[in-house]
């Protein structure tokens, strides 16, 4: 590599950006991969205690993990059914 | 005690079979009792890399299906002391290996070895989670290139969620990062992730780097585990990465490139 060379490649660095986007599709996938692991599970435990006082159904709960920054959000929606209010 | 050490990655072609016969062979040489095992059914590739392919008479399958026992199995390496190979099998299907006969086959090497080398197939299906199901260390095995990379990320995250340590919660395995295939000229001309930045984005310990040479092609074909040639390149750097692995002091070798600053400023 001559002098030139040097510099120019140094312009052009391609293992910068692999590293930049390794380092992006990596922080993605694993915090995906970690919910993906307990999500289910929560939520069947999740829809079994619930279903100790209130009778809903599998659709009406709703888990779901939202990263915000540097903190995540576990958002919980359940659905009560209609009778159930009223009474 | 006995130790079971799963060599992965994911990603196919980036040199497990090379490391686990480099790795067994080196861990021999120093005396301890080893055995390397292939999980790569159907793709049997570990014995003709240890140059042992003609002695296969029965294979990790048989033993699992108690067609044969592991004394018959087990083949005896001709040039060191206490290094064994346990063969894939060649014709059955990828099922065969039964977590429960993997279980019991490495129970029983257990009683006999001080280290147990688990050389994975690439992919994550079955054989690749056999492999690493009962490891109590792991060595990633990873190229300076992208696909490699989040393979070997991927695989990570396996070892953490889908292997016994795991699931009984008991102490995670250990891991090391093994950099194969590494040109530091390449780093330095800035178009190959350097060692430190493969290092970075999957942050486990870094076991060693193994320089690309065309030593490992040469050895291949003679049947000769990498570390047995001694005085080269890649034989070196496989040894050193023994001695790491063995807790003695051994500064990384072989990763920055040999010419000094001056010669890369003026031209070849
Ligand atoms: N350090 C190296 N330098 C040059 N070639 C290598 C090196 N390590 C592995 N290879 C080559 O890469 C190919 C794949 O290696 P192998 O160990 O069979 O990978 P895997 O088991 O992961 O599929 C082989 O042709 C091997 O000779
Ligand atoms: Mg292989």
Redesign the pocket.
């Known amino acids: 590599m001559s002098f030139f060379d040097y510099f120019r490649s140094s312009q052009q660095n391609t293992a910068a950006i692999a590293k930049e986007r390794l380092q992006i599709i990596v922080a993605h996938e694993r915090g995906r991969e970690a919910h993906l692991d307990y999500l289910p599970v929560l939520q069947r435990e999740l829809l079994e205690v619930i279903r100790k006082y209130v009778a809903i159904d599998d659709e009406q709960i709703k888990i779901n993990v939202d990263k915000d920054g540097d903190y995540e959000v576990l958002e919980l929606n359940i659905t009560l059914p209609e009778a159930e209010k009223a009474r | 005690m006995s130790k079971i050490i799963a060599v992965t990655?994911g990603k196919?072609?980036?040199?497990?079979?090379?490391?686990s016969a480099a790795f067994a062979t080196g861990l021999a040489l120093r005396g301890y009792k080893t055995v390397v095992i292939d999980f790569d059914v159907g793709l049997r590739?570990l014995d003709l890399i240890m140059g042992c392919e003609r002695r296969v008479v029965y294979d990790f399958v048989n033993v699992i299906n108690g067609e044969g026992n592991l004394n018959q199995a087990l083949i005896k390496d001709k040039r060191v002391e206490s290094l064994y190979i346990l063969p894939a099998s060649q014709t059955r299907d990828k099922d065969a290996l039964s977590q429960e006969g993997v279980e019991q086959v490495l129970a029983e090497l257990r009683d006999r070895f001080d280290y147990i080398i688990c050389d994975s197939p690439?992919g994550i299906e079955h054989g690749a989670i056999m492999a690493m199901y009962y490891a109590d260390e792991a060595i990633i095995?990873t190229n300076p290139e992208v696909s490699s990379v989040r393979d070997s990320d991927r695989v990570i995250g396996l070892l953490s969620s889908k292997t016994a340590r795991a699931i009984e919660g008991k102490a995670p395995i250990k891991e090391h990062l093994l950099i194969?295939?590494y040109l530091p000229k390449r780093v330095n001309q800035g178009d190959m992730l350097s060692a430190a930045d493969v290092q970075d984005i999957l942050a486990i310990p870094l076991l060693g780097v193994?320089?690309?040479?065309s030593v490992?092609?040469q050895s291949?074909n003679a049947g000769t585990p990498v570390s047995l040639e001694s005085n080269t390149d890649?034989g070196q750097a496989y040894l050193d990465i023994v001695s790491r692995f063995l807790g003695e002091d051994c500064p990384m070798r072989f990763v920055n490139d040999k010419k000094g600053l001056l010669s890369r400023l003026f031209g070849n």
């Open positions: 990655s196919g072609g980036v040199g497990k079979t090379t490391t590739n690439a095995v194969t295939r193994i320089p690309e040479s490992v092609l291949s890649a």
